[in-house]
């Protein structure tokens, strides 16, 4: 699955299939819409993005600004694990 910027903010939606991104945008609050199981054995995440608050986040990370509790990217690594692992 390819979607190109555009798309993305027309849908007011986030795609990626880096698995620790997943984790900290859901950590920080980030709603997670969607699990897509790709034909590949990966998985796509997608995440509501209203005013693009998911590059931000992102941006934050990297530049290691992002403020996070540590107890909530630990439970987001477990429910999203769970998801990829049940099929959900």
């Known amino acids: 699955m390819k979607l190109n910027v555009d798309e993305n903010k027309i849908n007011n939606s986030f795609f990626t299939q880096d698995f620790y991104i ?34 931000a986040t992102i941006q934050k990370h990297w530049n290691r600004e992002l403020k996070i509790i540590s107890l909530d990217l630990v439970e987001a690594i477990n429910q999203i694990k769970t998801r990829i692992h049940s099929g959900i």
């Not at 900290?24 to 995440?45: D, R």
């Open 22 to 55: 997943s984790c900290v945008l859901k950590s920080a609050g980030l709603q997670l819409k969607n699990l897509i199981h790709n034909s590949n054995g990966k998985a796509t995440f997608v995440f509501e993005n209203p005013n693009q608050i998911a590059e």
